[in-house]
């Protein structure tokens, strides 16, 4: 039977739900004077992804939002904490459907840059859940997670209410813990981002945030936040405090009106970011540690919010005023910010940033790999402008060929046709399909059963998107292609005795007419791709390694092209299990 390693969820309560790990783990005993290995953390971590009556307690608070953030605060108190504890962290508190996290990570490394020590909250991780909780741009260290992990966790043990749920699930634990981590650590100051929405979500129990940010607005986890915009942005006004300064990029309308009118409800003052172009001068671009042209207005957000925090706590150097045209103001339901000229530690700041698995490149030889986790409508437009600009504007290579690979995996939600449609003018030669399992090997657990259920479901999301995939490449060139009979995963999956795995395998009834491909995890469809020409990726085997013609054939392509671009798209935990097992140095 199979096993896989599982990417943790993010935040979304219908990943909780869900409960994409399965791992169960017992918490093993300890002396209170020894914590337990980081690995054991770990997988006590992961028991809470699938809290039974954790599961009970969100299908019950979905009627009513507002029980959330009161169970938020009844955890974070028996930790040991009260909410106004939170006020000492000086926190930027930044929402938004597009870039938030982009954001985040220029604001904390332009205040780093003046040597103040920041603290990071984020999510989802992308390898190892310890960069949810950074400081001073780093993950915590498995000594310091540890630490603060059975601090927490052994307080929430020790007060448990058998009339509620005991614990609180994945991400309002964490979140707790990162609240620990930042006042024991003692940090000048803290960015966090919210999770999802942001009236209920649990980062939202901060009562008296320095600055709050609302990066782009876009439809994204709408089972939760509503199906239109105008919806999403009450949910993320709702993170206003009275008089604390929030600023906002650019954005529809009405979606707008809806951030002022909250504003006002809150006695909030809310100012409109301008363009990135009016914090330049002389025709000098501002170089930004991120690509993409859609960085430079989650740059400007970062600049303001970076900007208001040193101000509001009495810091110099913050950047000289500049006047706007009068114009700039005309018409505008939201008053526009004043632009500044960025102080040198800004400048370096911005061009310093990182911030893993958003328009990142990594040249491996023959195979360079463009990583992006956009998941929106919006960010896939905005991952395919970058995408486009740096590699496919590349000249060909004179020596040979160049194949271009898309791999592509959607989870919860979101429409992936429309997705999918938006990569077409990429013009890649082969599209892959697979679940977000690293691994998958032929090892028994006691979860069989159920794992076995998950990966057949998620083994016919990417049937579907593949087939999805054959349909929008039907139309693109008018060629009339045969398309598959209903899915089913179970008679395509066989067992390769010599890899020890499972592979797709075709029917005689189920010919694949277009280039595309699907493998149960990325480690395979990594393998299929590099072909032996990425040091980090293993050549596939020889014997049952192209189980049908398009693979055979397109690894002869792939072995023969003097170079093959690869675009990692449309999941952040793909991406995360991408950048796992390209650099390996990220899990230590």
């Given at each position: 039977m199979a096993e896989a390693t599982v990417l943790p969820p993010g935040p979304d309560a219908g990943a909780e739900l869900r409960g994409m790990a399965r791992a169960a783990a017992v918490p093993p005993s300890r002396m209170p004077d020894r914590p337990a290995p980081f690995q054991d953390a770990i997988r006590t971590l992961n028991t809470l992804q699938t809290n039974a009556s954790y599961l009970e307690q969100v299908k019950r608070e979905r009627g009513d939002p507002r029980a959330q953030l009161e169970a938020m605060k009844g955890f974070l108190e028996r930790s040991g904490l009260k909410v106004e504890d939170l006020d000492r962290l000086n926190i930027i508190h930044v929402t938004g459907t597009k870039g938030k996290g982009s954001v985040c990570a220029f604001a904390e490394r332009v205040l780093r840059s003046y040597g103040l020590k920041t603290?990071?909250?984020?999510?989802?991780?992308?390898?190892?859940?310890r960069e949810r909780i950074r400081i001073n741009g780093q993950p915590i260290s498995k000594e310091l997670f540890s630490k603060y992990f059975w601090l927490v966790y052994n307080r929430l043990e020790e007060t448990k209410d058998p009339a509620r749920a005991s614990m609180p699930?994945?991400?309002?634990?964490?979140?707790?813990?990162a609240f620990h981590v930042f006042l024991q650590e003692k940090v000048d100051l803290a960015v966090v981002e919210v999770g999802i929405g942001g009236a209920y979500d649990c980062?939202?129990?901060i009562r008296k945030?320095?600055?709050?940010?609302?990066?782009s607005l876009g439809i994204d986890h709408?089972?939760?936040l509503g199906d239109t915009l105008e919806k999403i942005a009450w949910q993320k006004g709702g993170i206003f405090k009275p008089g604390v300064p929030a600023f906002t990029v650019a954005q529809p309308e009405r979606p707008l009106e809806v951030l002022r009118d909250r504003a006002r409800e809150r006695a909030c003052p809310l100012y409109l970011c301008p363009e990135l172009d009016a914090f330049e001068e002389g025709g000098r671009a501002l170089a930004l540690g991120l690509a993409g042209d859609h960085q430079r207005s989650n740059a400007a957000l970062a600049l303001q919010l970076a900007r208001a925090w040193l101000q509001r706590r009495g810091r110099e150097g913050v950047g000289e005023p500049k006047d706007l045209p009068p114009s700039a103001e005309a018409g505008r339901p939201v008053p526009l910010a004043p632009a500044f000229r960025p102080s040198v530690a800004m400048v370096q700041g911005l061009r310093e940033a990182e911030w893993l698995g958003r328009t990142q490149v990594l040249p491996?030889?023959?195979?360079?790999?463009?990583?992006?986790?956009?998941?929106?409508?919006?960010?896939v437009q905005a991952c395919v402008r970058w995408f486009r600009q740096a590699a496919l504007n590349e000249d060909k290579p004179q020596d040979g060929s160049e194949v271009r690979v898309l791999l592509f995996n959607a989870t919860g939600d979101r429409d992936t046709a429309a997705l999918l449609k938006l990569l077409l003018p990429c013009q890649f030669d082969y599209a892959v399909f697979c679940p977000n399992f690293a691994e998958v090997s032929v090892v028994g657990n006691a979860?069989?059963?159920n794992f076995n259920v998950t990966?057949?479901?998620a083994l016919t999301r990417c049937l579907e998107n593949q087939k999805t995939w054959t349909q929008l490449m039907e139309e693109k060139v008018g060629q009339d292609l045969w398309l598959s009979a209903p899915l089913e995963v179970g008679s395509l999956l066989k067992p390769d005795p010599v890899r020890g795995a499972l592979l797709l395998v075709p029917s005689a009834e189920r010919p694949l007419n277009s280039n595309s491909l699907v493998f149960p995890c990325i480690s395979h469809a990594l393998q299929w791709i590099a072909q032996g020409r990425d040091p980090c990726v293993p050549a596939p085997a020889a014997k049952g390694a192209h189980p049908h013609p398009v693979a055979s054939s397109g690894a002869v392509l792939l072995q023969e092209a003097a170079v093959i671009r690869v675009l990692v798209t449309g999941s952040l935990h793909l991406v995360g299990g991408v950048l796992k097992l390209l650099d390996p140095a990220l899990s230590q």
């Open positions: 603290g990071f909250y984020s999510s989802p991780h992308l390898v190892q859940v699930a994945y991400f309002r634990f964490l979140t707790i813990m980062t939202n129990i945030p320095v600055v709050c940010g609302v990066s709408t089972s939760i491996h030889g023959p195979v360079t790999w463009y990583i992006d986790g956009a998941h929106t409508t919006s960010s979860d069989q059963q990966l057949e479901n």
